[in-house]
């Protein structure tokens, strides 16, 4: 298992992102994904979280090709969007 210090920050930073769209997206993956996630996986996902909004909206909507530092199984995982849930 991952650093708990830094899996609480990488929470914190993927539900404030500053948007609806990224909020959900960000925090909807980690939240499905996170308890399975070693340290490659989060030091894949701390990067991410390091990049502009539009530009992780459009690597996971498919409108831009993902960069080669973030293509593979996760981002895979991340495309699907089947961990968004928006509360009613």
């Known amino acids: ?10 929470k914190f930073r993927s539900w404030h992102r500053g948007t609806r769209e990224a ?4 925090g909807g993956f980690f939240d ?3 308890a399975s996630w070693g340290e490659a ?4 996902f701390e990067a991410l979280l390091d990049e502009e909004d539009v530009d992780i909206l459009a690597w996971v909507f498919g409108s831009e090709a993902v ?3 973030f293509a593979g199984e996760l981002m895979e995982l991340m495309q699907r969007l089947d ?5 009613r």
């Open 23 to 26: 909020d959900y997206t960000m």
């Open 32 to 34: 499905r994904y996170h």
């Open 83 to 87: 961990y968004v849930e928006i509360p």
């Open 67 to 69: 960069p080669e530092r």
């Open 41 to 44: 996986e989060l030091a894949w």
């Open 1 to 10: 298992m991952a650093d708990a210090y830094r899996m609480n920050r990488a």
